[in-house]
Protein backbone atom coordinates (compact mmCIF):
# COMPACT_ATOMS: atom_id res chain seq x y z
CA UNK A 1 0.00 0.00 0.00
CA UNK A 2 1.20 3.57 -0.37
CA UNK A 3 -0.41 6.89 -0.23
CA UNK A 4 -1.91 8.46 -3.35
CA UNK A 5 -1.72 12.03 -4.73
CA UNK A 6 -4.16 12.95 -6.64
CA UNK A 7 -3.80 16.48 -8.78
CA UNK A 8 -7.07 18.68 -9.88
CA UNK A 9 -7.55 21.10 -12.23
CA UNK A 10 -4.77 22.34 -14.19
CA UNK A 11 -2.02 20.82 -11.56
CA UNK A 12 -2.60 17.70 -13.21
CA UNK A 13 -1.80 18.85 -16.92
CA UNK A 14 1.43 20.73 -14.59
CA UNK A 15 2.29 16.97 -12.89
CA UNK A 16 1.71 15.65 -16.29
CA UNK A 17 -0.24 12.90 -14.57
CA UNK A 18 -3.59 13.04 -12.86
CA UNK A 19 -2.51 10.65 -9.65
CA UNK A 20 0.61 9.71 -8.23
CA UNK A 21 1.51 6.66 -5.77
CA UNK A 22 4.40 7.72 -2.67
CA UNK A 23 5.03 6.04 -0.31
CA UNK A 24 4.09 5.84 3.02
CA UNK A 25 4.57 8.12 5.76
CA UNK A 26 4.06 11.89 3.83
CA UNK A 27 4.79 14.41 5.82
CA UNK A 28 4.81 17.99 4.35
CA UNK A 29 8.46 17.98 3.83
CA UNK A 30 8.29 14.54 2.52
CA UNK A 31 5.04 15.77 -0.26
CA UNK A 32 7.02 18.48 -1.37
CA UNK A 33 9.94 16.18 -2.24
CA UNK A 34 7.91 13.71 -3.87
CA UNK A 35 6.02 16.34 -6.40
CA UNK A 36 7.55 16.77 -9.79
CA UNK A 37 9.19 20.03 -9.81
CA UNK A 38 6.64 22.06 -11.86
CA UNK A 39 4.47 22.28 -8.81
CA UNK A 40 6.78 22.47 -5.73
CA UNK A 41 6.49 26.32 -5.61
CA UNK A 42 2.65 26.33 -6.86
CA UNK A 43 1.90 23.89 -3.60
CA UNK A 44 3.53 25.90 -1.34
CA UNK A 45 1.11 29.02 -2.40
CA UNK A 46 -1.94 29.96 -1.17
CA UNK A 47 -3.77 29.40 -3.67
CA UNK A 48 -3.52 25.75 -4.13
CA UNK A 49 -5.31 24.05 -0.89
CA UNK A 50 -4.50 20.40 0.28
CA UNK A 51 -7.42 18.25 0.99
CA UNK A 52 -6.51 14.61 3.57
CA UNK A 53 -9.11 11.52 2.44
CA UNK A 54 -11.62 14.32 1.57
CA UNK A 55 -11.36 16.87 4.38
CA UNK A 56 -9.61 20.52 3.60
CA UNK A 57 -6.16 21.00 5.60
CA UNK A 58 -6.47 24.44 7.47
CA UNK A 59 -2.50 24.33 7.58
CA UNK A 60 -0.67 22.43 4.72
CA UNK A 61 2.57 21.97 6.56
CA UNK A 62 0.86 20.04 9.21
CA UNK A 63 -0.23 17.63 6.89
CA UNK A 64 0.68 13.43 8.51
CA UNK A 65 -0.53 11.10 6.00
CA UNK A 66 -0.02 7.17 6.26
CA UNK A 67 -1.00 4.06 4.05
CA UNK A 68 -3.78 4.20 1.96
CA UNK A 69 -4.17 7.80 2.51
CA UNK A 70 -5.28 10.11 -0.19
CA UNK A 71 -4.05 13.53 -0.88
CA UNK A 72 -5.50 15.93 -3.06
CA UNK A 73 -4.18 19.46 -4.23
CA UNK A 74 -6.75 21.68 -5.39
CA UNK A 75 -6.27 24.65 -7.62
CA UNK A 76 -8.45 27.80 -6.86
CA UNK A 77 -11.97 26.35 -8.20
CA UNK A 78 -13.99 28.00 -11.28
CA UNK A 79 -17.29 26.37 -11.23
CA UNK A 80 -20.90 27.68 -12.20
CA UNK B 1 -38.20 18.11 2.30
CA UNK B 2 -36.34 21.09 1.69
CA UNK B 3 -33.14 19.87 -0.48
CA UNK B 4 -32.75 18.93 -4.12
CA UNK B 5 -28.91 18.95 -5.21
CA UNK B 6 -27.63 16.54 -7.71
CA UNK B 7 -24.33 16.25 -9.42
CA UNK B 8 -24.67 15.22 -12.56
CA UNK B 9 -22.18 12.91 -14.73
CA UNK B 10 -24.41 12.12 -17.98
CA UNK B 11 -25.48 14.74 -20.35
CA UNK B 12 -29.46 13.95 -20.75
CA UNK B 13 -30.22 16.82 -18.76
CA UNK B 14 -33.07 19.59 -19.34
CA UNK B 15 -33.23 21.84 -16.19
CA UNK B 16 -37.25 22.75 -17.34
CA UNK B 17 -37.83 18.44 -16.10
CA UNK B 18 -35.68 19.35 -12.52
CA UNK B 19 -37.58 22.41 -12.32
CA UNK B 20 -40.87 20.89 -12.88
CA UNK B 21 -40.38 18.24 -10.25
CA UNK B 22 -39.33 20.84 -7.92
CA UNK B 23 -42.22 22.88 -8.47
CA UNK B 24 -44.48 19.80 -7.93
CA UNK B 25 -42.69 18.96 -4.41
CA UNK B 26 -43.53 22.44 -3.41
CA UNK B 27 -46.88 23.21 -4.26
CA UNK B 28 -47.09 25.74 -1.25
CA UNK B 29 -44.89 28.19 -1.47
CA UNK B 30 -45.77 31.46 -2.57
CA UNK B 31 -42.83 31.98 -5.41
CA UNK B 32 -40.06 30.25 -7.11
CA UNK B 33 -36.78 31.65 -8.46
CA UNK B 34 -34.49 30.05 -10.42
CA UNK B 35 -31.31 30.49 -12.71
CA UNK B 36 -29.77 28.58 -15.29
CA UNK B 37 -25.77 29.10 -16.35
CA UNK B 38 -24.93 27.88 -19.98
CA UNK B 39 -21.66 27.17 -21.94
CA UNK B 40 -21.72 30.92 -23.03
CA UNK B 41 -21.89 30.31 -27.06
CA UNK B 42 -18.27 31.80 -27.57
CA UNK B 43 -16.94 32.02 -30.97
CA UNK B 44 -14.05 29.81 -31.01
CA UNK B 45 -14.87 27.39 -28.12
CA UNK B 46 -15.54 24.34 -29.32
CA UNK B 47 -16.61 22.43 -25.55
CA UNK B 48 -16.27 23.29 -22.09
CA UNK B 49 -15.28 20.67 -19.69
CA UNK B 50 -15.94 20.59 -15.96
CA UNK B 51 -14.09 18.29 -13.49
CA UNK B 52 -15.06 17.51 -9.95
CA UNK B 53 -13.08 15.83 -6.56
CA UNK B 54 -15.70 12.93 -5.52
CA UNK B 55 -15.16 13.08 -1.81
CA UNK B 56 -15.64 17.52 -2.41
CA UNK B 57 -17.68 18.31 -4.59
CA UNK B 58 -21.43 16.76 -4.19
CA UNK B 59 -20.47 17.12 0.15
CA UNK B 60 -19.67 20.51 -0.55
CA UNK B 61 -23.16 21.60 -2.44
CA UNK B 62 -25.41 19.70 0.21
CA UNK B 63 -23.18 21.93 2.80
CA UNK B 64 -24.04 24.60 0.32
CA UNK B 65 -27.57 23.80 0.38
CA UNK B 66 -28.33 23.81 4.36
CA UNK B 67 -26.13 27.22 4.44
CA UNK B 68 -28.69 28.72 2.11
CA UNK B 69 -31.97 26.91 4.23
CA UNK B 70 -30.32 27.73 7.26
CA UNK B 71 -30.21 31.34 6.23
CA UNK B 72 -33.47 32.36 4.36
CA UNK B 73 -37.13 31.02 5.12
CA UNK B 74 -37.37 28.73 2.25
CA UNK B 75 -39.76 25.93 1.29
CA UNK B 76 -37.27 23.95 -0.80
CA UNK B 77 -33.45 24.87 -2.86
CA UNK B 78 -32.12 22.84 -5.61
CA UNK B 79 -29.33 22.67 -6.50
CA UNK B 80 -28.41 20.61 -9.57
CA UNK B 81 -24.06 20.66 -11.66
CA UNK B 82 -23.09 18.70 -14.52
CA UNK B 83 -19.61 17.88 -14.43
CA UNK B 84 -17.87 16.46 -18.00
CA UNK B 85 -17.98 17.50 -20.88
CA UNK B 86 -20.45 19.94 -22.28
CA UNK B 87 -21.26 21.71 -25.36
CA UNK B 88 -21.57 25.62 -26.34
CA UNK B 89 -25.51 26.34 -25.11
CA UNK B 90 -25.53 23.14 -22.98
CA UNK B 91 -26.52 24.44 -19.35
CA UNK B 92 -24.09 23.71 -16.42
CA UNK B 93 -26.25 24.59 -13.54
CA UNK B 94 -29.42 24.88 -12.24
CA UNK B 95 -30.30 26.59 -9.17
CA UNK B 96 -34.16 27.06 -7.86
CA UNK B 97 -35.34 28.53 -4.62
CA UNK B 98 -39.34 28.09 -3.38
CA UNK B 99 -40.17 30.32 -0.34
CA UNK B 100 -43.29 32.51 0.49
CA UNK B 101 -42.15 35.58 -0.25
CA UNK B 102 -40.03 36.45 -3.55
CA UNK B 103 -37.78 38.26 -1.57
CA UNK B 104 -36.30 35.34 -0.23
CA UNK B 105 -36.36 33.36 -3.31
CA UNK B 106 -34.46 36.09 -5.29
CA UNK B 107 -31.93 36.08 -2.62
CA UNK B 108 -31.51 32.50 -1.84
CA UNK B 109 -30.66 31.30 -5.40
CA UNK B 110 -28.50 34.65 -6.12
CA UNK B 111 -26.41 33.54 -2.56
CA UNK B 112 -26.53 30.11 -4.02
CA UNK B 113 -24.82 30.83 -7.43
CA UNK B 114 -22.47 32.95 -6.34
CA UNK B 115 -21.26 30.27 -3.71
CA UNK B 116 -21.23 27.57 -6.76
CA UNK B 117 -19.02 29.90 -8.81
CA UNK B 118 -16.58 30.80 -6.58
CA UNK B 119 -16.66 28.05 -3.61
CA UNK B 120 -17.51 25.13 -5.17
CA UNK B 121 -14.72 22.42 -5.83
CA UNK B 122 -14.78 22.29 -9.83
CA UNK B 123 -12.63 23.16 -12.31
CA UNK B 124 -13.11 24.34 -15.72
CA UNK B 125 -11.61 24.64 -19.07
CA UNK B 126 -12.48 25.13 -22.84
CA UNK B 127 -11.42 23.58 -25.95
CA UNK B 128 -10.52 26.18 -28.53
CA UNK B 129 -8.82 25.24 -31.85
CA UNK B 130 -5.43 25.38 -30.64
CA UNK B 131 -6.39 22.61 -27.09
CA UNK B 132 -7.69 23.00 -23.99
CA UNK B 133 -7.01 25.62 -21.77
CA UNK B 134 -7.92 26.02 -17.92
CA UNK B 135 -10.02 29.29 -17.06
CA UNK B 136 -8.94 30.89 -13.96
CA UNK B 137 -11.77 32.20 -11.70
CA UNK B 138 -12.09 35.97 -11.93
CA UNK B 139 -12.06 38.76 -9.32
CA UNK B 140 -15.32 39.55 -9.97
CA UNK B 141 -16.64 35.85 -8.72
CA UNK B 142 -14.57 36.43 -5.46
CA UNK B 143 -15.96 40.39 -4.96
CA UNK B 144 -19.46 38.67 -5.44
CA UNK B 145 -18.84 36.59 -2.35
CA UNK B 146 -17.45 39.23 0.07
CA UNK B 147 -20.91 40.55 -0.59
CA UNK B 148 -22.41 38.06 1.37
CA UNK B 149 -21.10 38.70 4.45
CA UNK B 150 -20.74 42.43 4.31
CA UNK B 151 -24.74 41.95 4.26
CA UNK B 152 -24.31 39.13 6.86
CA UNK B 153 -22.82 41.46 9.34
CA UNK B 154 -25.16 44.19 8.22
CA UNK B 155 -27.73 42.33 10.25
CA UNK B 156 -25.87 40.94 13.27
CA UNK C 1 -32.24 -23.51 15.27
CA UNK C 2 -32.23 -26.24 12.70
CA UNK C 3 -32.44 -25.45 9.06
CA UNK C 4 -35.24 -27.17 7.78
CA UNK C 5 -36.01 -28.31 3.90
CA UNK C 6 -35.77 -25.42 1.52
CA UNK C 7 -38.21 -24.13 -0.92
CA UNK C 8 -38.28 -25.99 -4.01
CA UNK C 9 -41.39 -26.22 -6.64
CA UNK C 10 -42.24 -28.70 -8.74
CA UNK C 11 -40.65 -27.23 -11.23
CA UNK C 12 -37.09 -27.58 -9.75
CA UNK C 13 -37.65 -23.50 -8.93
CA UNK C 14 -35.47 -22.32 -5.60
CA UNK C 15 -38.04 -19.83 -4.12
CA UNK C 16 -35.83 -17.45 -2.05
CA UNK C 17 -37.61 -14.05 -2.29
CA UNK C 18 -41.42 -13.49 -0.19
CA UNK C 19 -43.39 -10.97 -0.98
CA UNK C 20 -45.16 -10.01 2.06
CA UNK C 21 -48.76 -7.89 2.52
CA UNK C 22 -49.17 -6.26 5.75
CA UNK C 23 -52.45 -4.37 4.60
CA UNK C 24 -55.20 -3.53 2.02
CA UNK C 25 -55.69 -0.38 2.94
CA UNK C 26 -53.66 2.49 1.16
CA UNK C 27 -54.38 6.20 1.20
CA UNK C 28 -54.28 6.40 -2.61
CA UNK C 29 -56.73 5.12 -4.93
CA UNK C 30 -55.22 4.40 -8.03
CA UNK C 31 -57.75 3.49 -10.60
CA UNK C 32 -55.92 1.05 -11.95
CA UNK C 33 -55.49 -0.85 -8.89
CA UNK C 34 -58.71 -0.40 -6.66
CA UNK C 35 -61.92 0.75 -6.32
CA UNK C 36 -62.78 4.03 -5.03
CA UNK C 37 -65.40 2.45 -2.71
CA UNK C 38 -63.78 -0.49 -1.65
CA UNK C 39 -64.36 -2.92 0.97
CA UNK C 40 -61.52 -2.98 3.41
CA UNK C 41 -60.76 -6.70 5.68
CA UNK C 42 -61.96 -6.54 8.84
CA UNK C 43 -58.90 -6.60 11.71
CA UNK C 44 -59.61 -9.72 12.87
CA UNK C 45 -59.19 -11.13 9.61
CA UNK C 46 -55.70 -9.32 8.96
CA UNK C 47 -52.84 -11.44 10.66
CA UNK C 48 -51.46 -9.15 13.74
CA UNK C 49 -47.79 -8.19 13.82
CA UNK C 50 -46.90 -10.94 15.74
CA UNK C 51 -48.31 -13.43 13.83
CA UNK C 52 -46.58 -11.77 10.26
CA UNK C 53 -43.28 -11.79 12.05
CA UNK C 54 -43.91 -15.76 13.28
CA UNK C 55 -44.67 -16.45 9.55
CA UNK C 56 -41.74 -14.31 8.36
CA UNK C 57 -39.11 -16.19 10.54
CA UNK C 58 -41.18 -19.85 9.50
CA UNK C 59 -39.88 -18.44 5.94
CA UNK C 60 -36.13 -17.57 6.40
CA UNK C 61 -36.30 -20.64 8.44
CA UNK C 62 -37.14 -22.23 4.63
CA UNK C 63 -34.76 -20.36 2.76
CA UNK C 64 -36.40 -17.48 2.42
CA UNK C 65 -33.60 -14.70 2.13
CA UNK C 66 -35.38 -11.73 0.58
CA UNK C 67 -38.52 -10.46 2.29
CA UNK C 68 -40.49 -7.15 0.72
CA UNK C 69 -43.02 -5.65 2.68
CA UNK C 70 -45.75 -4.96 0.02
CA UNK C 71 -49.70 -3.65 1.07
CA UNK C 72 -51.77 -2.07 0.00
CA UNK C 73 -49.59 0.77 1.79
CA UNK C 74 -47.43 -0.80 4.13
CA UNK C 75 -46.41 2.79 5.75
CA UNK C 76 -50.27 2.89 6.39
CA UNK C 77 -50.25 0.03 8.60
CA UNK C 78 -50.08 0.69 12.49
CA UNK C 79 -46.97 0.22 13.99
CA UNK C 80 -45.71 -1.46 10.88
CA UNK C 81 -42.32 -0.12 11.62
CA UNK C 82 -41.81 -2.23 14.70
CA UNK C 83 -42.01 -5.09 11.72
CA UNK C 84 -39.60 -3.79 9.78
CA UNK C 85 -37.04 -3.37 13.04
CA UNK C 86 -37.69 -7.08 14.25
CA UNK C 87 -37.26 -8.43 10.50
CA UNK C 88 -34.30 -6.18 10.18
CA UNK C 89 -33.08 -8.19 12.98
CA UNK C 90 -32.57 -11.09 11.12
CA UNK C 91 -30.25 -9.25 8.36
CA UNK C 92 -26.99 -10.98 7.84
CA UNK C 93 -28.73 -14.17 9.92
CA UNK C 94 -30.21 -16.04 6.74
CA UNK C 95 -32.22 -13.21 6.05
CA UNK C 96 -29.89 -10.88 3.42
CA UNK C 97 -32.65 -8.57 2.12
CA UNK C 98 -35.32 -6.83 3.28
CA UNK C 99 -37.05 -4.03 1.33
CA UNK C 100 -40.90 -2.54 0.77
CA UNK C 101 -43.02 -1.22 -1.61
CA UNK C 102 -44.54 2.00 -0.97
CA UNK C 103 -46.40 4.89 -2.59
CA UNK C 104 -43.82 7.39 -0.89
CA UNK C 105 -46.62 9.78 1.13
CA UNK C 106 -45.62 8.29 4.47
CA UNK C 107 -42.00 8.29 3.59
CA UNK C 108 -40.58 11.87 4.99
CA UNK C 109 -41.85 10.65 8.30
CA UNK C 110 -40.37 7.01 8.25
CA UNK C 111 -37.61 7.45 5.72
CA UNK C 112 -35.24 7.60 9.04
CA UNK C 113 -36.35 4.19 10.51
CA UNK C 114 -36.22 2.17 7.57
CA UNK C 115 -32.86 3.32 7.05
CA UNK C 116 -31.81 2.45 10.44
CA UNK C 117 -33.82 -0.79 10.76
CA UNK C 118 -31.05 -2.37 8.09
CA UNK C 119 -33.52 -1.64 4.50
CA UNK C 120 -31.11 -0.51 1.79
CA UNK C 121 -33.50 -0.09 -1.11
CA UNK C 122 -36.48 0.72 -2.04
CA UNK C 123 -39.11 1.05 -4.50
CA UNK C 124 -41.79 3.79 -4.90
CA UNK C 125 -44.47 3.71 -7.59
CA UNK C 126 -44.72 6.77 -9.10
CA UNK C 127 -46.36 7.30 -12.16
CA UNK C 128 -46.34 10.86 -12.93
CA UNK C 129 -44.87 13.88 -12.00
CA UNK C 130 -48.08 16.49 -13.39
CA UNK C 131 -50.25 16.89 -10.50
CA UNK C 132 -53.29 16.97 -11.90
CA UNK C 133 -52.66 13.85 -13.58
CA UNK C 134 -51.26 12.29 -10.36
CA UNK C 135 -54.94 13.26 -8.67
CA UNK C 136 -56.79 12.28 -12.03
CA UNK C 137 -54.81 8.71 -11.69
CA UNK C 138 -54.77 8.20 -7.78
CA UNK C 139 -57.48 10.24 -6.95
CA UNK C 140 -55.98 11.96 -4.06
CA UNK C 141 -53.78 15.21 -4.33
CA UNK C 142 -50.77 13.76 -2.50
CA UNK C 143 -47.87 14.58 -5.53
CA UNK C 144 -45.69 17.17 -3.43
CA UNK C 145 -45.96 14.24 -0.02
CA UNK C 146 -44.81 11.99 -3.11
CA UNK C 147 -41.93 13.62 -4.09
CA UNK C 148 -41.11 14.92 -0.81
CA UNK C 149 -40.83 11.56 0.23
CA UNK C 150 -38.74 10.29 -2.47
CA UNK C 151 -36.57 12.87 -1.17
CA UNK C 152 -36.24 12.44 2.56
CA UNK C 153 -35.36 8.49 1.53
CA UNK C 154 -32.54 9.82 -0.93
CA UNK C 155 -31.22 12.13 2.28
CA UNK C 156 -31.38 9.06 4.48
CA UNK C 157 -29.53 6.90 2.24
CA UNK C 158 -32.36 4.37 0.69
CA UNK C 159 -31.54 3.55 -2.99
CA UNK C 160 -34.84 4.09 -4.81
CA UNK C 161 -36.59 2.69 -7.79
CA UNK C 162 -39.08 4.46 -9.40
CA UNK C 163 -42.07 1.71 -10.19
CA UNK C 164 -44.17 3.22 -13.25
CA UNK C 165 -46.46 2.10 -14.93
CA UNK C 166 -47.41 2.70 -18.68
CA UNK C 167 -50.62 4.12 -19.01
CA UNK C 168 -51.52 4.82 -23.22
CA UNK C 169 -52.65 8.45 -23.25
CA UNK C 170 -52.09 9.55 -19.63
CA UNK C 171 -48.13 9.45 -18.91
CA UNK C 172 -47.36 8.04 -22.21
CA UNK C 173 -45.69 11.42 -23.62
CA UNK C 174 -44.66 11.88 -20.15
CA UNK C 175 -42.31 8.95 -19.57
CA UNK C 176 -38.92 9.98 -21.07
CA UNK C 177 -39.25 12.64 -18.63
CA UNK C 178 -39.68 11.17 -15.78
CA UNK C 179 -37.11 8.36 -17.07
CA UNK C 180 -34.68 11.71 -17.20
CA UNK C 181 -36.02 12.93 -14.02
CA UNK C 182 -34.92 9.80 -12.06
CA UNK C 183 -31.18 9.27 -13.65
CA UNK C 184 -30.34 12.86 -12.53
CA UNK C 185 -31.65 12.17 -9.07
CA UNK C 186 -29.55 9.23 -8.96
CA UNK C 187 -33.06 7.01 -8.90
CA UNK C 188 -33.44 3.17 -11.10
CA UNK C 189 -36.74 3.18 -12.62
CA UNK C 190 -38.81 0.46 -13.91
CA UNK C 191 -41.21 0.76 -17.00
CA UNK C 192 -44.34 -1.53 -16.08
CA UNK C 193 -47.22 -2.21 -18.52
CA UNK C 194 -50.66 -2.36 -17.01
CA UNK C 195 -51.68 -5.54 -15.26
CA UNK C 196 -55.36 -7.18 -15.40
CA UNK C 197 -56.13 -7.90 -11.86
CA UNK C 198 -59.38 -7.00 -10.33
CA UNK C 199 -62.45 -4.69 -11.38
CA UNK C 200 -62.03 -1.34 -11.50
CA UNK C 201 -63.43 1.41 -13.24
CA UNK C 202 -63.33 2.11 -16.60
CA UNK C 203 -61.49 -0.18 -19.08
CA UNK C 204 -58.19 -1.67 -18.23
CA UNK C 205 -57.25 -2.82 -22.20
CA UNK C 206 -57.87 1.59 -22.85
CA UNK C 207 -54.88 2.13 -20.97
CA UNK C 208 -52.62 -0.69 -22.04
CA UNK C 209 -49.32 0.31 -23.37
CA UNK C 210 -47.19 -2.09 -24.87
CA UNK C 211 -43.50 -1.18 -23.10
CA UNK C 212 -41.65 -2.02 -26.84
CA UNK C 213 -43.92 1.87 -27.97
CA UNK C 214 -41.96 3.07 -25.28
CA UNK C 215 -38.50 2.05 -25.91
CA UNK C 216 -39.07 2.82 -29.84
CA UNK C 217 -39.73 6.22 -28.62
CA UNK C 218 -36.91 6.43 -25.69
CA UNK C 219 -34.58 5.33 -28.69
CA UNK C 220 -35.40 8.09 -30.73
CA UNK C 221 -33.99 10.06 -27.97
CA UNK C 222 -31.37 8.55 -26.56
CA UNK C 223 -28.57 5.41 -26.95
CA UNK C 224 -30.01 2.21 -25.24
CA UNK C 225 -28.12 -0.54 -25.01
CA UNK C 226 -28.80 -3.73 -23.65
CA UNK C 227 -27.80 -4.80 -19.92
CA UNK C 228 -26.45 -8.02 -18.81
CA UNK C 229 -28.15 -6.85 -15.30
CA UNK C 230 -30.68 -9.86 -13.94
CA UNK C 231 -32.07 -9.19 -10.46
CA UNK C 232 -33.54 -12.42 -10.78
CA UNK C 233 -37.38 -10.95 -11.00
CA UNK C 234 -38.75 -10.43 -14.11
CA UNK C 235 -37.49 -7.26 -15.62
CA UNK C 236 -35.20 -6.89 -18.10
CA UNK C 237 -32.70 -4.06 -18.29
CA UNK C 238 -31.21 -1.50 -20.46
CA UNK C 239 -28.55 1.63 -20.22
CA UNK C 240 -28.92 4.53 -21.23
CA UNK C 241 -25.78 6.46 -21.82
CA UNK C 242 -27.10 10.17 -22.22
CA UNK C 243 -28.37 9.93 -18.77
CA UNK C 244 -25.83 7.77 -17.22
CA UNK C 245 -29.16 5.54 -15.88
CA UNK C 246 -30.32 1.95 -15.96
CA UNK C 247 -34.17 1.33 -17.28
CA UNK C 248 -36.17 -1.83 -16.27
CA UNK C 249 -38.90 -3.10 -18.42
CA UNK C 250 -41.48 -5.66 -16.87
CA UNK C 251 -43.56 -6.58 -19.82
CA UNK C 252 -46.13 -9.94 -18.43
CA UNK C 253 -48.16 -9.73 -20.89
CA UNK C 254 -46.07 -9.49 -24.05
CA UNK C 255 -42.52 -11.24 -22.35
CA UNK C 256 -42.72 -15.11 -20.57
CA UNK C 257 -40.70 -14.76 -17.65
CA UNK C 258 -41.93 -17.76 -15.68
CA UNK C 259 -39.17 -20.13 -15.49
CA UNK C 260 -36.90 -18.11 -13.62
CA UNK C 261 -40.22 -17.25 -10.66
CA UNK C 262 -38.12 -17.06 -7.35
CA UNK C 263 -41.22 -15.97 -5.42
CA UNK C 264 -44.42 -16.15 -3.50
CA UNK C 265 -46.69 -13.85 -2.05
CA UNK C 266 -48.52 -13.67 0.90
CA UNK C 267 -51.45 -11.30 1.82
CA UNK C 268 -52.83 -9.54 4.53
CA UNK C 269 -55.12 -12.24 5.53
CA UNK C 270 -52.55 -14.91 4.97
CA UNK C 271 -53.43 -16.46 2.39
CA UNK C 272 -50.38 -17.25 0.26
CA UNK C 273 -50.64 -17.27 -3.34
CA UNK C 274 -48.17 -19.50 -5.53
CA UNK C 275 -48.46 -17.05 -8.70
CA UNK C 276 -49.59 -13.03 -8.85
CA UNK C 277 -51.59 -14.34 -12.54
CA UNK C 278 -52.90 -17.55 -10.32
CA UNK C 279 -55.81 -18.35 -8.17
CA UNK C 280 -53.69 -21.16 -6.21
CA UNK C 281 -53.55 -20.50 -3.10
CA UNK C 282 -53.08 -21.98 1.20
CA UNK C 283 -54.30 -20.57 4.08
CA UNK C 284 -51.20 -19.54 6.23
CA UNK C 285 -53.16 -17.73 8.70
CA UNK C 286 -55.28 -21.36 9.41
CA UNK C 287 -52.04 -22.18 10.07
CA UNK C 288 -50.87 -19.78 12.15
CA UNK C 289 -54.16 -19.56 14.57
CA UNK C 290 -54.18 -23.93 14.94
CA UNK C 291 -52.90 -25.91 17.55
CA UNK C 292 -49.85 -27.09 16.24
CA UNK C 293 -48.82 -23.75 14.13
CA UNK C 294 -45.24 -24.89 13.58
CA UNK C 295 -46.33 -28.28 12.00
CA UNK C 296 -48.91 -26.72 9.85
CA UNK C 297 -47.23 -23.81 8.81
CA UNK C 298 -44.48 -26.67 7.08
CA UNK C 299 -47.15 -28.20 5.61
CA UNK C 300 -48.99 -25.49 4.22
CA UNK C 301 -45.71 -24.41 2.66
CA UNK C 302 -45.29 -28.05 1.19
CA UNK C 303 -48.49 -27.64 -0.21
CA UNK C 304 -47.80 -24.15 -2.17
CA UNK C 305 -44.56 -26.03 -3.46
CA UNK C 306 -46.72 -28.64 -4.82
CA UNK C 307 -49.64 -26.09 -6.34
CA UNK C 308 -47.09 -23.31 -7.93
CA UNK C 309 -48.27 -23.04 -11.56
CA UNK C 310 -45.20 -23.14 -13.79
CA UNK C 311 -46.48 -20.10 -15.56
CA UNK C 312 -49.24 -16.96 -15.77
CA UNK C 313 -52.01 -16.94 -18.29
CA UNK C 314 -52.56 -12.99 -17.91
CA UNK C 315 -53.91 -11.57 -21.27
CA UNK C 316 -56.18 -8.01 -21.72
CA UNK C 317 -59.55 -8.12 -24.08
CA UNK C 318 -62.06 -5.62 -24.25
CA UNK C 319 -65.28 -6.70 -22.38
CA UNK C 320 -63.28 -9.73 -20.80
CA UNK C 321 -63.48 -10.65 -17.01
CA UNK C 322 -59.71 -9.46 -15.32
CA UNK C 323 -57.57 -12.81 -14.85
CA UNK C 324 -57.62 -12.91 -11.49
CA UNK C 325 -60.48 -11.54 -9.62
CA UNK C 326 -58.36 -10.37 -6.41
CA UNK C 327 -57.46 -6.88 -6.81
CA UNK C 328 -53.41 -5.89 -7.12
CA UNK C 329 -54.04 -4.04 -3.81
CA UNK C 330 -54.46 -7.59 -1.92
CA UNK C 331 -51.03 -8.62 -2.37
CA UNK C 332 -49.10 -5.61 -3.65
CA UNK C 333 -47.15 -6.00 -7.40
Known amino acids: MAITLVFLGKLADLAGTPDLQVAAPLDWNGLLASLPESLTEMAQGERVKLALNGSILAEKTALSANDGDEIALLPPVSGG | MARDVCLLESDGWTPAVALEAFAAAHPQAGGLASFIGKVRPDEGVEALELSHYAPLTLPGMEALAEQTLARWPLDGILIHHRTGIMR ?17 AFEAADFAMDHLKSDAWFWKREKRSDGWHWIEPRAQDHADLERWQRDSRRTA | MSCATPLVDAFNRRISYLRLSVTDRCDLRCTYCMPERMTFLPRKEVLSLEELHKLALAMIDRGISKIRLTGGEPLVRRDVIEL ?20 GTQLEQFAGDLAAAGVRRINVSLDTMDSALFEQLSRRNRLAQVLQGIAAAKEAGLKVKLNTVALKGLNEGEIPFLVEWAHAQGH ?39 SAHRSGGPARYVDIAETGGRLGFITPLTNNFCASCNRIRVTATGELYACLGGAEKVDLRAALRSDEPDANLAAALDEAMRIKPERHHFKIERGEAPAQPRHMSLTGG
Open chain 3, 84 to 103: VQALGRKLGDRLEELTLTTN
Open chain 2, 88 to 104: PGAPIVLVAAAARHRRD
Open chain 3, 188 to 226: EMTLIEVMPLGEVEGERVDHYLPLTAIRDRLEQRWTLTE
